[in-house]
């Protein structure tokens, strides 16, 4: 009897054993190696890793301004990723949720660039950018601004706005699909009833698709930030992080200090602190939609 | 197994496996990882699983290279290099340079033990090249490049007058400020003021180091370089020039094949950066282009190292820099090389390398060198202050 117990008992856990094995092996294992060599020196290669303590975060925190310029970087590509990207997802959503003509078209074509690789999408806006046979300027000049053409991404002024630009082009398209399904999942007959009492469209969207569309709008936002804030892909292909430190981001200078200072120690500790923040705003995020939740 | 990132190269080499194949029934087998961002992370995990393979390259900073050695994947090729092969030893078939760039010397910094631990598969300079079709069209001589700095500005203000664009190069990869920096400043100051600098002997705030940044000030100042080079990819670069958008480009010998790719026409010539002084030489950045490593703890390192001869050889040389434009390390087949491939090779004697210095700089400071020239480059700071912040930096690192 007991035999037959324990056999049941394990023969359920046999079933998840190889979900937990992929978890463990590639996921806690990766996760809880990265804290361990956060506290070395290792070089990437060397078999042996020598324990530095917290020097590495101490040096972080204290002497390493570039690493909280490309923190800041980060942060005003979120934020603009989450207000004009998103809001131009929701605005376009709320075009095709309507039954226009091509809308199934207009769907493929908004969700187009971010099925494109970021190098690739790096690559075509450089020629976008590029200061002397760049689309953009012929644009403007052909407009009449030609006083504002430039090198895009070499100018100090421009240049992190202008990687910003590209990341809100591809990354759109992914807050569309989702703001989209969350509009379609509201049921008609809310709009009906409102329609039939008089209400106006701006009335509908306040007091209907708004409330309705708070969890979607959290699930977005709660992407665009994570997902922004982890932007390297365009940065590598566009600008390098340069001119200068302009367009550095937390992974750029992560992979520079891996590869390119072979302190893999110091790019672990990084990747922890980035961690964290990723964490605090996620969990700040968490309690923002509860709070909104009973509202 | 051979596993490299010369994506350009790919196809000789599976060529030459095919041919090494029929001559001695040993199968090699080629594998590609490109790019090389790619390939350096795949070596660097492949330590971590000991799943190198037989040959291999190694990519980055000598520092690098040591921490291979020291944990025992790389095979001291000294033994063999001297060893008698065909009547002469291996290493008298290969340029002093390009065995330079994989030899570490008794007592150096990293604590590796002295030898040489790779072998060069080709040569490479980086120097100046110039479209002599742009030049002819603005009036000035094909024939004669600029010798000094002044010059370089004069023909470039006549290219300006004349509409034409002046100087690209891949400043967006830092290192490629870091070569030409670094060449004008072993002209000014001399290598040994250099590495004094490097040692922590001699500031970054030293007038000559001043007046080295002040260069590239110069260069904003005379809107000499192209739009967008400061963050231009090497590539981009490379096709602004085959394409015939600019007169000027610091471009390193294997450009010989890139450009024949993009415009078969380009008629263009090679010179050293131009000279601030005559005190000391034009160094150039240069030696062993590709080499391979031995891997130490394979089974095969016999075969793997008969293979190398075989693939240095004076055929399989010629083949490889016919195929691929490259400056063979083998001297005996240097006379077989096109005109335009031969004038990267003047000047061999003032090559030189970051791996070949006997002092280097920390990752640190070079970033920050090179990123403050393009700073400097887009008018948000002087050379002063760049200066000041290297010196920072480097003064970090010391404490």
Redesign the interface.
């Known amino acids: 009897m007991n035999f037959q117990r324990l056999r049941n008992f394990f023969g359920n856990y046999i079933f998840i054993l190889p979900a937990l094995a992929l978890f463990l092996v590639f996921s806690l294992y990766p996760f809880l190696k990265v804290f361990q060599l956060s506290v070395t020196g290792w070089?990437?290669?060397?078999?042996q890793t020598a324990f530095v303590g917290l020097a590495n975060f101490k040096d972080l925190f204290t002497?390493n301004p570039v690493f909280w310029l490309s923190m800041k970087n980060a942060f005003t590509i979120t934020f603009l990723a989450l207000t004009v990207q998103n809001l131009l997802a929701l605005f376009l959503a709320l075009l095709c949720d309507r039954d226009i003509r091509g809308g199934n078209i207009y769907r493929v074509i908004f969700y187009l660039p971010p099925v494109l690789s970021g190098i690739v999408v790096g690559l075509i806006w450089?020629w976008i950018?590029?200061?002397?046979?760049g689309l953009l300027n012929h644009f403007l000049s052909f407009i009449g601004l030609g006083d504002l053409s430039?090198?895009w991404?070499?100018?100090?002024k421009t240049?992190l706005f202008s990687v910003a630009v590209i990341h809100m082009w591809k990354g759109f398209g992914w807050g569309f699909v989702i703001l989209l399904a969350g509009l379609q999942s509201i049921p008609r007959e809310l709009y009906e009833a409102a329609r039939v009492d008089g209400a106006s469209s701006w009335v509908m969207f306040k007091n209907i698709t708004a409330p309705l569309m708070i969890p979607v709008f959290i699930l977005v936002s709660i992407l665009t930030i994570l997902g922004t804030m982890q932007i390297f892909d365009i940065i590598i292909s566009?600008?390098?992080g340069?001119?200068?430190?302009h367009t550095e981001v937390p992974i750029t200078r992560i992979l520079?200090t891996m590869?390119?200072?072979?302190k893999f120690g110091y790019a672990c500790a990084m990747g922890v602190v980035f961690g964290l923040v990723l964490l605090a705003i996620s969990m700040v995020q968490i309690r923002v939609s509860r709070a909104m939740r009973q509202v | 197994m051979v596993w490299h990132w010369l994506s350009d190269r790919d196809d000789a080499f599976r060529e030459l496996a095919a041919r090494y194949e029929g001559q001695t029934g040993v199968k090699v087998k080629f594998d590609l990882y490109a790019p090389s961002e790619i390939y350096s992370q795949r070596i660097k995990a492949a330590v971590q699983t000991q799943t190198l393979p037989d040959i291999y390259g190694i990519l980055g900073e000598k520092q690098d290279f040591a921490s291979f050695i020291k944990a025992g994947f790389v095979e001291d090729l000294t033994g063999v290099l001297n060893a008698p092969d065909g009547g002469v030893p291996w290493k008298d078939r290969f340029f002093e340079k390009a065995l330079g760039v994989n030899e570490f010397r008794p007592a150096n910094p990293y604590g590796v033990a002295p030898g040489v631990y790779g072998i060069p598969l080709d040569m490479t300079t980086i120097q100046m090249v110039y479209n002599k079709k742009l030049y002819a069209e603005a009036g000035l001589d094909p024939a004669s490049p600029p010798k000094t700095w002044e010059e370089f500005l004069a023909h470039g203000r006549v290219l300006r007058d004349k509409n034409i664009p002046r100087f690209v190069s891949g400043f967006g990869e830092i290192w490629m400020i870091d070569a030409l920096a670094s060449n004008w400043a072993m002209n000014l100051m001399g290598e040994e003021k250099v590495f004094k600098t490097y040692e922590g002997k001699a500031p970054y705030t030293d007038p000559d180091w001043i007046r080295v940044l002040s260069l590239f000030k110069q260069m904003a100042d005379e809107k000499i370089l192209v739009d967008g080079a400061v963050t231009m990819v090497n590539k981009t670069a490379e096709q602004t020039f085959a394409n015939e958008r600019a007169a000027f480009a610091f471009n390193g010998s294997w450009c010989v094949n890139v450009y024949k790719g993009m415009n078969p026409g380009l008629d263009y010539g090679v010179f050293p950066p131009p000279a601030l002084s005559r005190a000391h030489p034009m160094k150039i950045w240069g030696g062993a282009g590709t080499s391979f490593v031995v891997n130490a703890r394979s089974a095969r390192k016999l075969a793997a190292v008969e293979f190398l001869k075989w693939l240095t050889a004076d055929a399989q040389q010629a083949f490889l820099s016919e195929q691929t434009q490259n400056l063979p390390s083998n001297k005996n087949v240097s006379g077989q090389i096109p005109p335009v491939l031969a004038q990267f090779s003047v000047g061999m004697e003032n090559v030189t390398h970051p791996n070949v210095y006997p002092v280097h700089e920390s990752p640190e400071v070079t970033e920050a060198f090179d990123k403050g020239i393009q700073s400097i480059l887009i008018g948000e700071k002087t050379p002063a202050e760049v200066a000041q912040a290297v010196r920072r930096v480097k003064e970090k690192g010391s404490r």
Do not use: E, H, K, Q
Not at chain 1, 129 to 133: F, I, M, R
Not at chain 1, 242 to 245: A, C, E, F, L, V
Not at chain 1, 259 to 262: D, E, L, R, Y
């Open positions: 070089d990437g290669i060397s078999p002497d450089n950018y590029d200061g002397n046979y430039r090198a991404l070499a100018d100090a240049a566009t600008t390098g340069g001119p200068g430190y520079t590869i390119g200072a072979s």
